[in-house]
């Protein structure tokens, strides 16, 4: 059901100009969001309504003038993890919590994937000198500047 109350105060106009400020690529693939950007990553969309101007997330729009008005306590959240991606067949109503529980169980949580033994491995490995710092985070499969973070004790400090 779209939502009929937006539509009411957004025009037609506008809503071409927001298609336009996606690439869109195949029916299953993200659509990314290709303009503005609040500093949270998501992506800002504007428009001058017959209410005035309105400023909201990309995908929220997408959203309901796909679906239908966002309930209170609810937000949209992404199946794709890409916070660009107006896709609506990626997107879903939700609750904090649902989002929550959604980031651990795609095991994006913020817990560290490293332990302490491979810390000391990874300082180890480079005090050989036989791994240079791109070739340590391919082996534990992390960004090379978490490497440079841990060589340098500003992360993992307390690991001696």
């Keep these: 059901m779209i939502n009929q109350e937006l539509l009411n105060i957004i025009n037609n106009n506008n809503i071409i100009k927001f298609w336009l ?3 869109k690529k195949g029916e299953d693939d993200c659509w990314n969001w290709i303009r503005g ?4 990553g998501y992506g800002q969309f504007s428009a001058n309504t017959y209410e005035g101007r309105k400023v909201m997330r990309s995908h929220r729009f997408v959203y309901e003038i796909t679906y239908g008005k966002i309930l209170g306590g609810m937000q949209i959240n ?8 107006c896709n609506p067949k990626h997107l879903y109503i939700g609750t904090q ?6 980031r ?5 949580s913020g817990k560290s994937k490293l332990t302490t033994n491979d810390v000391l491995k990874i300082r180890q490995l480079h005090k050989s000198g036989k791994f240079n710092q791109r070739m340590i ?9 978490q490497i440079s973070l841990i060589i ?3 992360n993992w400090s307390w690991v001696v």
């Design 21 to 23: 400020m996606i690439d």
């Design 97 to 102: 919590q649902d989002n929550v529980d959604d």
């Design 137 to 145: 985070a391919d082996m534990f499969k992390v960004h090379p500047s």
């Design 152 to 154: 340098s004790h500003k």
């Design 104 to 108: 651990e169980y795609r095991g994006r």
């Design 78 to 85: 992404h199946k794709c993890d890409n916070k660009l991606c």
């Design 37 to 40: 950007r609040f500093s949270s």
